[in-house]
């Protein structure tokens, strides 16, 4: 019997294939299993991974007989936001010993909630694949936080867009990653959105900016889609000193650095950043990722750095800053509200659609003559 982990993937769009290269990478799991509506996506997915020692997948168009027909230790949810729950419940269902879900956790708090419940009824370790807590260059960030080598952090500023619920979910996950993964304890937000625009089946807003609080009174700033680029990562202003934080590397300036930038480009567990350049990001976060997830499948380790509770508390940072649009006041959390804000002030005609027309950013991921999906689709 093989003791490398059996993996199923729900989901064989763009953001499937970063969770297969993680498993294949990480060389602790078989793939045995793909689900997707569409028979030519679990193909190219075969011409894509066939080479790698440990690919050997059955498909099937229905994720439940998958789930109902292999042994998997974890199974990836990797459909459109829409499907995270739908789809999270019906493997917890199936007792898996692990579900790694995308992010954003679900569409709303409250959803999110039922996945949490459905996953500890059954005894399943419930994962978001925020992956980028596994890079090198965070974690170090991380740590010459807790060492205090820029002394008292006072505040964090990111640059984001594409949607809150989208990039920025990831930038609210690095603030707490960062920081030691403290609580946030209040956002004051406001949002824009004239167009009808989503991002893969869930509205968007069109431009947002927002202040989140934090325990031990670090502040955070997020501008989303108010500048022409933006990126992964942040500068974090402590007392002592700075930290310019990328997704390759870092630049640390204090007194020891004689007040210039020390620039550092730590590498990972199984990749190089300098033979990688641009790529390190995703295939290191994804394979690190994936070993520890087999960690902690496997009860090596009692804890997860990806574990179900930040996912869910990113998640309510991002409708925190719809809510406070929604409220026009500053919002503590935990979230009251447990449906989602933005969609609140749409349908009720507080934030109307002044140029009509739905569009999806996401719709040139479809295939074929598809430019919309439903909650099955990858």
């Known amino acids: 019997m093989s003791s490398k982990l059996r993996v199923g993937i729900i989901g064989c769009g763009g953001i499937g294939r970063s969770h297969v290269y993680g498993y294949m990478h990480c ?53 459109w936001h829409t499907g995270h729950t739908t ?31 459905v996953c500890q009824r059954n005894g399943v370790k ?37 949607g809150l619920p989208n990039d920025a979910s990831h930038h609210m996950d690095m603030y707490r990653y960062v920081l030691g993964d403290v609580d946030c304890q209040w956002v004051m937000g406001q949002v824009e959105r004239g167009t009808d625009r989503h991002e893969r089946n869930t509205r968007i807003e069109d431009r947002a900016v927002a202040v989140f609080g934090f325990e031990g009174g670090t502040r955070a700033e997020i501008i989303s889609n108010m500048t022409p680029s933006y990126y992964q990562g942040c500068v974090i202003y402590g007392s002592e000193g700075m930290i310019d934080l990328r997704t390759r590397y870092l630049r640390v300036l204090n007194a020891d650095t004689g007040g210039r930038w020390d620039h550092r480009a ?45 996912g869910y508390k990113a998640l309510e940072m991002v409708h925190g800053v719809y809510e406070s649009a929604r409220l026009h006041e500053r919002v503590d959390l935990p979230l009251k509200t447990r449906v989602n804000p933005l969609d609140l002030m749409v349908e009720s005609g507080h934030l109307p659609v002044r140029y009509p027309g ?6 040139r991921t479809l295939r074929g003559e598809n430019i919309s999906t439903d909650e099955e689709n990858a």
């Open 27 to 79: 060389g602790r799991y078989e793939l045995v299993a793909l689900a997707d509506l569409s028979a030519v996506a679990m193909e190219e997915y075969d011409e894509l991974f066939g080479d790698f020692d440990g690919y050997h997948p059955t498909h099937y168009a229905d994720a439940r007989e998958m789930l109902d027909n292999e042994e998997l230790d974890v199974v990836s949810i990797a459909t």
């Open 87 to 117: 789809w999270t419940i019906a493997a917890a269902a199936r007792k898996p010993g692990a579900i790694l879900c995308e992010k954003p956790m679900a569409v709303d708090v409250g959803s999110a909630d039922e996945m949490r419940v």
């Open 126 to 162: 419930l994962a978001i694949a925020h992956q980028r807590r596994f890079l090198p260059s965070y974690a170090a960030a991380r740590e010459l936080i807790a060492e205090g080598v820029i002394g008292d952090v006072a505040l964090v500023t990111s640059l984001s867009g594409a």
């Open 266 to 310: 730590p590498d990972g567990r199984f990749f190089k950043t300098d033979v990688e350049g641009f790529s390190f990001e995703y295939v290191e976060a994804g394979a690190a990722q994936a070993d520890d997830l087999a960690d902690w499948v496997q009860g090596e380790a009692e804890s997860f750095r990806g574990e179900a509770t930040h």
């Open 358 to 363: 739905r569009h999806d950013i996401r719709a």
